[in-house]
């Protein structure tokens, strides 16, 4: 059973491009989760989501940041406009259906996208 | 809300001596604990969990960690760090009423001297 997967593993930008970072989770899973690490700092929470369904975005920057989890094909974090601030490690993680003691299973995490804006 | 110290961001023992990373939380319910481990370049895996039952739990690679309420705290040890341990280690947390987000410390990173 494949792990999580993301791709790009490096993504390098220029400042006003674009950076789009693909999660396909485990098999199975139909949760999906993105968080974002900063140099030399713990993992952030950006968004919860499950199939075409944004369920807890309340760590997503308000603007330029938006993610999509579709019907069909992985999960997508799309960066608009990336500033030298965007740069970090970015992480999906994916957990097994099901809400009833959702916030006790394991989140399965990819080896992240590593994206630098020069 | 919930939060998570880690107490040293870095630490480093000799190899066969006792590993000790700590770990507080803060949370208003009772909480779901977790010890994920990073190694270079990779992405997180995890250690151990606890979720409820047994406040002492074993996780994998020799690691354990022991929940203690009243001190809010959740330490992970090792009796004997060996080589391979020399890693990043992340405490984090999760609640029934926050959504199944996980919220993790700082990290403390474990360096391991022959």
């Known amino acids: 059973n494949a792990g999580v997967m993301q791709n790009p593993r490096h993504l390098v930008r220029r400042r006003g491009q674009e950076a789009r970072l693909r999660c396909s989770p485990m098999?199975?899973?139909?949760?999906v989760y993105w968080y974002r690490q900063l140099p030399e700092e713990g993992l952030k929470f950006m968004v919860y989501?499950?199939?075409?369904?944004?369920?807890?975005e309340s760590g997503m920057p308000k603007e330029r940041f938006s993610a999509e989890f579709p019907k069909e094909g992985p999960s997508i974090l799309r960066i608009q406009q990336v500033v030298r601030g965007d740069s970090a490690a970015y992480f999906c993680?994916?957990?097994?259906?099901?809400?009833?003691?959702?916030?006790?299973?394991?989140?399965?995490f990819g080896p992240g996208t590593r994206l630098t804006v020069l | 809300a919930q939060s998570v110290t880690q107490l040293g961001s870095h630490v480093s023992v000799s190899e066969g001596a006792l590993v000790l990373l700590r770990c507080n939380y803060s949370s208003s319910v009772p909480p779901y604990l977790f010890w994920y481990v990073q190694y270079p370049n990779q992405g997180l895996q995890l250690l151990l969990k606890?979720?409820?039952?047994?406040?002492l739990v074993k996780g994998i690679n020799g690691f354990e960690a022991e929940f203690k309420k009243s001190e809010t705290s959740f330490h992970l040890t090792k009796p004997s760090a060996h080589m391979s341990d020399a890693a990043e280690y992340f405490c984090?947390?999760?609640?029934?009423?926050?959504?199944?987000?996980?919220?993790f410390g700082g990290g403390t990173r474990l360096m391991v001297k022959p």
């Open positions: 606890y979720t409820t039952g047994a406040t």
């Open positions: 989501l499950q199939k075409e369904n944004i369920i807890d």
């Open positions: 098999k199975g899973h139909s949760h």
């Open positions: 993680a994916s957990s097994p259906p099901g809400l009833a003691g959702a916030s006790r299973k394991e989140q399965f």
């Open positions: 984090a947390v999760s609640e029934d009423n926050a959504g199944n987000m996980l919220t």
